[in-house]
């Protein structure tokens, strides 16, 4: 069949259309983004002759095309999707396709899976690539480079330097949002327009980091939470990572510029000796018609039907880090025990410091064992008195980290993950254990499987606190070991919950550091940063669950002044800022007044009644010009109940806000408006509210879900740091 009779594969899901032409060396995408319909044959084929551009004045003598695979032998002067070479030799890689298999493809609407082989007669590898439309309409790819068995140049390796996925953008996708942040301010969003070169982002730390770009989201001018058109990558790994978008002059065939990005390797991290293979990372793109919270619907609708998702309510916990630190005495925790009871909290997990010789931070990681002069009789007394108080006891490791003051650092140094010349520099007082060497992983799995079945351990607060500098793993000579150790990371994990039916992982990594879809394939919910002061929280997990659904989000009551920032904020702000995502407690409880646990108790209560609207509802952010101020929402699935939290940080120039429109309501429904008070109302420092507002406050009004969603209501003015919950029960 010539490249002519070859009719383009069109996979449709969730309002999406992505169209895959087969014709030439390699395939491209025709069109990705709003759904296109049932397009017969002939409607396929005239997409793909309408996609042929013209040929210019110093330009190449056939039309330029941006290929699934771009390289230098279709005329893309941007970065290779493959780069490498084989002893500083075949260095151009031309893959021509052999092989291509579809499945699920049709206008059902189902999405579908476009399987690919290439070999390539210069590098001599075997090239495959699987491009996926899920069912929520993400876009799915993954690369495997494979060399043959066979091969005249056997004895020498073919050195990978990278492997790359693009997908095309338009020309109307002219601004780019993206994140940085650091320690305690993790996803801080940055925008700027698109350019011609290259904006690239690339994470070096050996894991995402509290700077990672997270989500590179490119859009038409101002989009917003609501509004707009926008594209999105993520790369679903937690070692380093490429994150770029691409303007060139020319453009990229018919389109404007590329989104993408892959696994950033190390110099001679990858090196393919015959019958050795590479695969990368997936990669996940998305596309929305309906601004950023329509990014979220598909991100959050594919992490919801894993198979390996929670399902059962999530647990409120409370944990000891910023209650106790290593001051852990069994008759205080005991009495914290209590009081987590007494508020309603289901979960009790005891964080860092349990361990041998563990009385500060600078000692004992790697030494896994009990320590018997803080707990002569072990854990048994705390873990048994959790679960007699009705909770389940979890427990607080970082299994990647070791100190060099350790039993397990004196007797096995070449565990240490650093040159053989000496372990460097300290990071947190820390190095890094290497998970590549078998003796240290089968220690660490016996070591923390054993503290499981020994203590019915129901859930891993998970750490990794420093950056993976100078990563080599003295084992295997000094090589380079970041994507190997992430992947060890991975094995570890899974066959802690093969062993441990049931067992819960959090992953936290200084608070946010570890954040993405790799690690949330293995884990049950994220540490989005270690501040809990409020105030910063509000934009952290709004922009934490630009990616997650909030449900594996833990947001945590924490003190006053926060432990971070020292910042005094009201119980009824830190009370709202822990309501939409999964609960938890870190608080002195010992020390509250009875007004503190009264309210808590309430809180807790709400929180739990509100939790299976936060398991399947639609997170919404209404778009508001005031940044000091932002209305956030969770909607059940059947948008018979709402909760909206109308949050403000600091003072602003305007006195009023002016109408707000209430994003995600059934606009054919009236809804009864209560404002939530059972744990504290936040300060209004206006002389009498407004008519709609007190009707609120009295737990009388009601509104049409027209008014509240397309004409908006004036919100009442907040003192800065105070926040007001509503919830809204459709009629």
Same mark, same amino acid.
């Given at each position: ?16 259309? =992505? #169209?895959? %032409? ?78 291509? +298999? *579809?499945?699920?493809?049709?206008? +059902? ?23 996926? =439309? ?45 994140? &940085? ?138 944990? &000891? ?100 010349? %000496? ?12 998970? &590549? ?11 923390? +499987? ?44 899974? *066959? ?26 293995? &884990? ?22 630009? =990616? ?6 833990? *947001?945590? #009551? ?30 002195? =409880?010992? +020390? ?21 609207? #936060? ?42 806000? %002016? ?26 420092? %206006? ?45």
């Amino acid at each position: 069949m010539s490249d002519d009779d070859m009719t383009p594969v069109h996979f449709r899901a969730a309002g999406v259309s =992505l #169209v895959i %032409g087969l014709d030439g060396p390699v395939p491209s995408v025709l069109h990705w983004g709003a759904d296109l319909g049932g397009l017969s044959e002939a409607g396929l084929r005239a997409l793909r002759l309408s996609s042929g551009v013209e040929l210019t004045n110093n330009g190449p003598d056939v039309s330029r095309r941006l290929t699934l695979l771009p390289l230098e032998r279709d005329m893309w002067s941007g970065t290779p999707a493959i780069s490498g070479h084989l002893g500083g030799r075949r260095t151009s890689a031309r893959p021509v396709m052999v092989d291509a +298999s *579809v499945t699920s493809a049709g206008p +059902s609407g189902s999405g579908g899976v476009l399987e690919t082989r290439f070999a390539d007669e210069v590098t001599g590898l075997e090239l495959s690539l699987r491009i996926a =439309l899920t069912p929520q309409g993400l876009v799915q790819t993954q690369h495997r480079v494979h060399r043959p068995g066979e091969d005249a140049d056997g004895e020498i390796p073919y050195d990978l330097a990278s492997l790359t996925s693009f997908l095309p953008l338009p020309p109307r996708a002219g601004e780019i949002l993206d994140f &940085t942040g650091r320690w305690s301010r993790e996803r801080q969003p940055q925008r700027l327009p698109v350019v011609d070169g290259s904006h690239h982002r690339q994470v070096r730390r050996g894991k995402p980091g509290a700077d990672s770009p997270f989500v590179t989201v490119v859009g038409t001018a101002g989009f917003g939470n609501r509004t707009g058109e926008v594209w999105a990558y993520h790369l679903a790994w937690s070692g380093d990572s490429d994150w770029r978008v691409e303007r060139l002059a020319e453009g990229a065939g018919d389109s404007s510029a590329v989104i993408g990005g892959g696994e950033a390797l190390r110099p001679g991290e990858i090196r393919l000796l015959p019958g050795e293979s590479y695969v990368s990372p997936e990669a996940f793109f998305a596309w929305s018609g309906e601004g950023l919270d329509g990014i979220s619907d598909r991100f959050h609708d594919y992490l919801r039907a894993r198979p390996s998702h929670p399902r059962r309510p999530r647990p409120v916990l409370v944990n &000891t880090w910023e209650a106790v630190y290593f001051d852990h005495d069994l008759t205080r925790l005991k009495a914290l025990v209590d009081k987590a009871a007494e508020v309603g909290a289901e979960r009790f997990v005891l964080d860092d410091g349990w361990f041998l010789g563990r009385r500060d931070d600078g000692t004992s990681l790697g030494d896994w064992q009990v320590d018997p002069q803080v707990w002569p009789q072990g854990l048994a007394p705390l873990a048994d008195h959790v679960r007699e108080r009705g909770l389940e006891f979890g427990l607080w490791f970082e299994p990647e980290m070791v100190s060099l003051d350790s039993v397990v650092a004196r007797e096995h140094p070449e565990w240490i993950l650093a040159p053989s010349q %000496g372990a460097g520099t300290s990071m947190r007082q820390q190095y890094l254990l290497d998970l &590549t060497n078998a003796d240290a992983f089968a220690y660490l799995l016996e070591a923390i +499987s054993g503290l499981v079945a020994q203590y019915r351990v129901a859930y891993l607060k998970w750490d990794h606190n420093r950056d993976l500098h100078e990563a080599v793993s003295r084992t295997h000579g000094d090589a380079p070991a970041v994507s190997a150790q992430t992947h060890a990371t991975y094995r570890l994990m899974d *066959v802690l919950r093969e062993r441990h039916s049931g067992l819960e992982i959090e992953s936290c990594s200084s608070g946010g550091g570890r954040v993405d879809l790799g690690v949330l394939a293995r &884990t049950d919910r994220v540490w989005a940063s270690d501040c809990i002061d409020p105030v910063e929280r509000i934009m952290t997990d709004r922009w934490t669950t630009l =990616l997650l659904p909030p449900e594996l989000v833990g *947001v945590h #009551v924490g003190s006053s002044p926060a432990h971070t920032t020292s910042r005094r904020t009201d119980t009824a702000l830190r009370f709202a800022g822990a309501l939409i995502g999964h609960t938890g407690v870190e608080w002195d =409880l010992t +020390s509250r007044t009875a007004e503190e646990l009264a309210e808590l108790t309430a809180f807790v209560e709400f929180a739990k009644s509100l939790r299976p609207v #936060v398991a399947r509802g639609r997170l919404v952010n209404a778009d508001i010009p005031d940044p000091a101020t932002t209305l956030r929402g969770i909607v059940d699935s059947d948008r018979s109940r709402a909760v909206f939290v109308w949050a403000r940080t600091v003072t602003s120039p305007s006195i009023l806000s %002016g109408q707000v429109r209430f994003p995600g309501l059934d606009t054919t429904r009236d809804y009864a408006v209560r404002v939530v008070g059972e744990f504290g109302l936040p300060s209004f420092p %206006g002389r009498a509210q407004s008519a709609w507002m007190q009707a609120a406050l009295d737990g009388s009004l009601v509104l049409p879900g027209a008014v509240l969603a397309t004409a908006g209501v004036p919100m009442p003015t907040l003192a800065a740091q105070q926040a007001l919950v509503l919830e809204l029960t459709a009629r």
